[in-house]
């Protein structure tokens, strides 16, 4: 189960930090100047997941930085083209005279294209960046217990949503039948997870088709999470939305301006309050957040904006 926390506040710029039970590595979506995101949470990020580099989703990747010296691990950098030399230029404002080789290092994996991401790998103390390969797919993470898709969306630049998605899984039901577990159970998912259904199963002395006990399991449906920040409220964009994340358990979306500044929000290619609401709706979505909300507001107006969201996106 994903268990997500805002690290910023609603007068901040937007950072979400995300964490799974019983997995000790975290995953940093943004980095806006959040004033809740400690030094442990950066000290535990695995990925930053960044959408694009406008000053407000970008400005404290320094501080993180400063954090993640001496962790001595690879840390993964995902975000739209560019994103490499960005980081390596911010890197390299510092000076690194008394930083050793394998305290720390980046890996970069920078979105070209729908189905094509650019790997860099960059180390101190030079913070030279290498091309180490292309990935020719549009997962851009994956491990045991998740992967991570995304789609670029229009911002007037490129901006990348993410979608997190627990991998489904097998579940036995003994109850269903009259046996006792053992190895077999684990030969049964097997045949179930590869489909080879005609594989032979052994369960106390007796020989099954595997097909013949598949009425045992179920499939677990994994958790999904989106994150989806700055974009045009066009139907272009809203496409590519209800593409990806169509029936997500839950969603963080962009309402940056309230819907009397629905102008202000086509102009700067940002979403608004009813726009936001109404997509998560279309999209089935079961719990939708709205978040990164224009500093321009008072607190009265972002809970307006809320309340505009929220409208929208129950009727």
């Given at each position: 189960?994903?268990?997500?926390?805002?690290?910023?506040?609603?007068?901040?710029?937007?950072?979400?930090?995300?964490?799974?039970d019983?997995?000790?590595?975290?995953?940093?979506?943004?980095?806006?100047?959040?004033?809740?995101?400690?030094?442990?949470?950066?000290?535990?990020?695995?990925?930053?997941?960044?959408s694009?580099?406008?000053?407000?989703?970008?400005?404290?990747?320094?501080?993180?930085?400063?954090?993640?010296?001496?962790?001595?691990?690879?840390?993964?950098?995902?975000?739209?083209?560019?994103?490499?030399?960005?980081?390596?230029?911010?890197?390299?404002?510092y000076?690194?005279?008394?930083i050793?080789?394998?305290?720390?290092?980046?890996?970069?994996?920078?979105?070209?294209?729908?189905?094509?991401?650019?790997?860099?790998?960059?180390?101190?103390p030079?913070?030279?960046?290498?091309?180490?390969?292309?990935?020719?797919?549009?997962?851009?993470?994956?491990?045991?217990?998740?992967?991570?898709?995304?789609?670029?969306?229009?911002?007037?630049?490129?901006?990348?949503?993410?979608?997190?998605?627990?991998?489904?899984?097998?579940?036995?039901?003994?109850?269903?039948?009259?046996?006792?577990?053992?190895?077999?159970?684990?030969?049964?998912?097997?045949a179930?997870?590869?489909?080879?259904?005609?594989?032979?199963?052994?369960?106390?002395?007796?020989?099954?088709?595997?097909?013949?006990?598949?009425y045992?399991?179920?499939?677990?449906k994994?958790?999904?999470?989106?994150?989806?920040?700055?974009?045009?409220?066009?139907?272009e964009?809203?496409?590519?939305?209800?593409?990806?994340?169509s029936?997500?358990?839950?969603?963080?979306?962009?309402?940056?301006?309230?819907?009397?500044?629905?102008?202000?929000?086509?102009?700067?290619?940002?979403?608004?309050?009813?726009?936001?609401?109404?997509?998560?709706?279309e999209?089935?979505?079961?719990?939708?957040?709205?978040?990164?909300?224009?500093?321009?507001?008072?607190?009265?107006?972002?809970?307006?904006?809320?309340?505009?969201?929220?409208?929208?996106?129950?009727h």
């Amino acid at each position: 189960m994903f268990l997500p926390e805002l690290k910023s506040q609603a007068n901040e710029d937007i950072c979400l930090l995300i964490k799974l039970d019983n997995h000790t590595p975290y995953y940093i979506c943004e980095c806006g100047d959040a004033s809740w995101l400690s030094v442990k949470d950066c000290q535990n990020a695995e990925v930053i997941f960044i959408s694009h580099t406008h000053i407000d989703h970008f400005v404290n990747f320094d501080t993180i930085l400063r954090h993640q010296i001496g962790i001595e691990k690879k840390v993964v950098i995902c975000g739209p083209m560019g994103i490499a030399a960005q980081v390596q230029s911010k890197i390299k404002a510092y000076t690194w005279n008394l930083i050793e080789v394998g305290s720390m290092a980046y890996e970069i994996r920078e979105i070209i294209s729908p189905q094509e991401i650019h790997l860099y790998e960059i180390e101190p103390p030079k913070w030279e960046l290498r091309k180490t390969g292309i990935i020719q797919e549009n997962t851009i993470l994956k491990n045991d217990r998740f992967q991570v898709n995304f789609t670029i969306l229009d911002h007037k630049i490129p901006s990348i949503a993410y979608l997190f998605r627990e991998i489904d899984t097998v579940k036995i039901d003994l109850s269903k039948g009259s046996f006792r577990g053992g190895s077999w159970v684990r030969e049964l998912k097997m045949a179930f997870e590869q489909k080879t259904p005609e594989n032979e199963v052994v369960v106390e002395g007796v020989t099954y088709a595997a097909e013949d006990l598949f009425y045992l399991l179920e499939v677990k449906k994994g958790a999904s999470l989106g994150v989806i920040m700055d974009h045009a409220p066009s139907t272009e964009n809203h496409a590519k939305i209800k593409a990806l994340f169509s029936a997500c358990n839950k969603v963080f979306i962009e309402s940056f301006y309230k819907l009397e500044d629905k102008e202000f929000a086509e102009i700067n290619f940002h979403s608004y309050s009813q726009a936001s609401g109404r997509i998560m709706r279309e999209c089935d979505v079961k719990e939708a957040i709205p978040v990164h909300f224009s500093r321009k507001y008072k607190l009265e107006d972002v809970k307006l904006l809320i309340q505009e969201f929220e409208e929208a996106y129950s009727h």
